[in-house]
């Protein structure tokens, strides 16, 4: 890292557009490529050779697959951050070459407690994209083998190792993957005999305390893509400022996050991540470097924002807004319901517990229509219900998260909601607000583990909340959703293009511009979420398990006709996905994926561009497990 004082000097001398981390100032050279043809960069009008005539990436076990020579040299040029991993669980199978059972019980008891999975090379927090191929247990079920995974990993500290990876892969027509913190719901960071580029470790931040690009003066900070949001946190106490980051405190803030939205906390105050970069460094395609800002490469820098994760180019950092200092108070609501008949005698532990299931809802109704005066008073509020045993039971939690505003100030906020709720009979007490848990320094980034979530999503516009038969229809179609046994997991945010501000026009889907809740509706029982694997569940359960999700999520999209689903956290099967997800920008962001890859060396389910290529899942999933081929 710098010193501040030299900071401060390049900050200040005017017309600088853009500055280098030291890493990123580590670039590949023409005598590189000397060395090692296979690294050579691109030229957009250069086909991939050979890939015209194949039908498929070229696939691990085929002819056309690299020599282990070439992935030495490979190796060489890279100075030796090429990984071949095996799974990580591997070590639970005694077919596997790895085998071992104290490593085993380690990844089975301890992974859950430290940071074993975030450091893993092949490691994505969602199971089935992969295949199930290697789940950790003590009871394993046929071989352990690499399935969706990448067969080889670079493990990236320098802008020189993604730019050797990038051309590598596009020169021999391999699938190239980009993994930050594996978070992706649906498979986007992992692939089957692929490449991938993990940029993890690529972690410098500096604060600029006075910085100036085109119209913007002022506070800004430089963030590279593989910084988690808890990593953040201190930085902004130390600074004494506020960054938009994402609230999952390991995803990375400046990579899949923001390149495919991105909200937080402070969604309704300073809009999406994607509002933030001011000026963003990416790796393109054809293996450059280049910045990308209203000055330079403007329509990469547009497409960049918010135009969807590992598509248009590899982002290695990004200049972002910095805001004052702020506080954030939380608050909370809780009740349920419970059908009478099923109430154990001695259940006192449930903070208000309701027996008529008509009131519930009513309820759930109100605080949902209250969640339109969060937003518009800088607020966000995060909601689940979860019914159980055919809707004899149904659980409701609430937080609320109030960005600039005092305890005092959320209480007296919150009040008319709590009157109405006890006018209906609910007998919930306004409590005293806190510091958000969900906020501040002294973070640790510990305790993911693999999980297997399946869900769908919709983005309710702001019309929904205005109209009082849209809003019951609405309503309607999220309780009917409810009792069926989908988790409702609701976030009332409302990035309007006002609070995004400057600089704006950016590739960010239009529905979420409109919203004022994006919800996901969890399969909690999927086929996929069988003990923690594929588990028993066959092909034909686990379709026809997506069938019914997606009829329920039907309801949803019948609600609200002017919505759509938010990339980052939606079903990968989205119908119209081109649609959903990016709206009215969706040709124009063709356009620029076009221009910048022409190749679509950059590939991931349901991204721009994706349409003419399908991973051939051995049972017709839509996982990772398997060649990436043209359709
Ligand atoms: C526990 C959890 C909490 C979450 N919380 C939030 C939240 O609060 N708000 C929210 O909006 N979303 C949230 N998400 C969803 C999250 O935004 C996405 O999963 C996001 O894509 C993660 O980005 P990543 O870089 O951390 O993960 P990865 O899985 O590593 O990458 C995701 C995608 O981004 C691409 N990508 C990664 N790095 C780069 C880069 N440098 N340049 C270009 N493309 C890149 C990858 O290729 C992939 O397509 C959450 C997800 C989980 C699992
Ligand atoms: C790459 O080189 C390093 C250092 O020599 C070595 O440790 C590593 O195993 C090599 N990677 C592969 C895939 O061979
Ligand atoms: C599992 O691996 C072992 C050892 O490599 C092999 O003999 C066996 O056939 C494999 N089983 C299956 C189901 O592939
Ligand atoms: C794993 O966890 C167990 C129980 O929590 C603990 O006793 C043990 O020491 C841990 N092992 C390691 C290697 O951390
Ligand atoms: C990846 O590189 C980082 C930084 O050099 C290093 O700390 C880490 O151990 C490496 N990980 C693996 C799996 O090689
Ligand atoms: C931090 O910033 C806030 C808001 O701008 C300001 O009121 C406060 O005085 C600052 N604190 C310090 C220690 O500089
Ligand atoms: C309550 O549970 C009983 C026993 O399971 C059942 O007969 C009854 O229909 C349920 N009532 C409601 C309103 O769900
Ligand atoms: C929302 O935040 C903005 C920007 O900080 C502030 O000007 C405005 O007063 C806030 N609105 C409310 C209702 O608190
Ligand atoms: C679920 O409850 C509804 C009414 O609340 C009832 O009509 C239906 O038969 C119940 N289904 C099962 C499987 O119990
Ligand atoms: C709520 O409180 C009132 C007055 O204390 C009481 O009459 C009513 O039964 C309570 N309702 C519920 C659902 O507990």
């Known amino acids: 890292m710098r010193s501040s004082l030299a900071l401060v000097l390049l900050a200040s001398v005017t017309k600088i557009t853009c500055y280098n981390f030291d890493f990123e100032s580590i670039q590949l050279q023409d005598e590189d490529v000397d060395k090692n043809p296979d ?27 690299p020599a282990d020579e070439a992935w030495t040299r490979l190796n060489n040029s890279l100075g030796g951050v090429l990984l071949k991993p095996a799974p990580p669980a591997a070590v639970c199978y005694p077919s596997s070459p790895s085998y071992n059972t104290a490593q085993c019980n380690y990844i089975v008891f301890n992974a859950s407690t430290n940071r074993f999975y975030i450091n893993d090379p092949l490691t994505v927090l969602t199971e089935w994209p992969e295949g199930s191929t290697c789940p950790a247990t003590l009871t394993p079920k046929g071989n352990c083998t690499q399935g969706g995974f990448p067969d080889y990993v670079v493990n990236a500290t320098t802008v020189k190792h993604i730019q050797m990876a990038v051309n ?82 390991t995803v990375g803030a400046y990579g899949g996050w ?40 403007p329509d990469l820098f547009y497409a960049l924002r918010g135009g969807g994760p590992g598509t248009f180019a590899i982002v290695t950092s990004a200049v972002i807004k ?8 939380a608050t909370t609501l809780a009740f349920n319901y419970r059908n009478s008949s099923t109430i154990p005698e001695n259940d006192i532990t449930l903070p208000l517990t309701l027996q008529d299931r008509d009131l519930f809802w009513r309820g759930f109704n109100l605080y949902n229509r209250f969640g339109l005066s969060v937003v518009d008073a800088n607020g966000t509020a995060y909601s689940y219900a979860t019914a159980l045993n055919n809707a004899s039971n149904i659980e409701f939690t609430g937080t609320f998260e109030f960005p600039g505003k005092s305890k005092t100030e959320v209480k007296k906020f919150m009040q008319p909601l709590f009157n109405e709720l006890n006018k209906m009979g609910i007998n919930v007490t306004n409590p005293e607000p806190g510091p958000s848990t969900n906020w501040g320094p002294k973070r640790d980034g510990v305790g993911d583990v693999p999980g297997n979530s399946r869900f769908g999503s919709r983005l309710f516009p702001r019309a929904n909340w205005e109209d009082d038969e849209l809003w019951e229809d609405t309503m309607r179609a999220v309780r009917e959703t409810t009792e069926q046994g989908y988790m409702f997991h ?12 400057y600089p704006g026009q950016n590739g960010m889907n239009p529905a979420f511009r409109r919203a004022v809740m994006h919800a996901d509706m969890f399969d909690i029982g999927s086929a996929y979420d069988n003990g923690g694997s594929r588990g028993e569940a066959t092909p034909e359960q686990i379709i026809r398990g997506h069938e019914l999700m997606n009829e329920a999520l039907n309801k949803w999209r019948v609600a609200t006709p002017d919505g759509g689903a938010y990339i980052n956290e939606a079903d990968v099967q989205e ?21 910048w890859d022409p190749w679509s060396l950059f590939w991931a389910p349901s991204t721009v561009g994706s349409e003419g290529w399908a991973v051939r899942d051995p049972d017709g999933l839509p996982t990772q497990n398997g060649p990436l081929c043209k359709v």
């Open 258 to 297: 923001m390149t495919g939205g991105g909200h937080s906390i402070l969604g309704s105050i300073y809009g999406l991540g994607a509002d933030q970069p001011l000026s963003i460094q990416a790796v393109t395609a054809d293996g450059k470097f280049v910045t990308a800002d209203l000055n330079n490469n």
């Open 168 to 249: 590598f892969a596009r020169n021999k027509n391999i699938r190239l993957v980009v993994k930050n913190t594996g978070h992706d719901w649906v498979g986007r960071s992992t692939g089957a005999g692929s490449l991938s580029i993990w940029t993890h470790y690529l972690k410098s931040f500096e604060f600029l305390p006075e910085y100036t690009h085109d119209k913007y003066k002022g506070v800004a900070a430089k963030v590279s893509s593989g910084i988690e949001a808890w990593e953040t946190y201190d930085y902004m106490d130390i600074y004494n400022m506020t960054l938009v980051v994402p609230n999952g405190y």
């Open 490 to 501: 609701g976030i009332h945010v409302a990035p309007t293009e006002e609070v995004a501000g």
């Open 575 to 595: 119908p119209d996905w081109q649609k959903s997800f990016f709206g009215s920008k969706y040709e124009r962001l063709l356009e620029i994926k076009k221009k």
């Open 39 to 65: 690294v050579a960069f691109g030229e957009k009008s250069t086909p991939i050779a050979g890939a015209e005539a194949s039908a498929c990436r070229v696939f691990p076990g085929t002819e056309q697959w």
């Open 322 to 329: 910095a805001f004052p200092f702020l506080e954030v108070t």
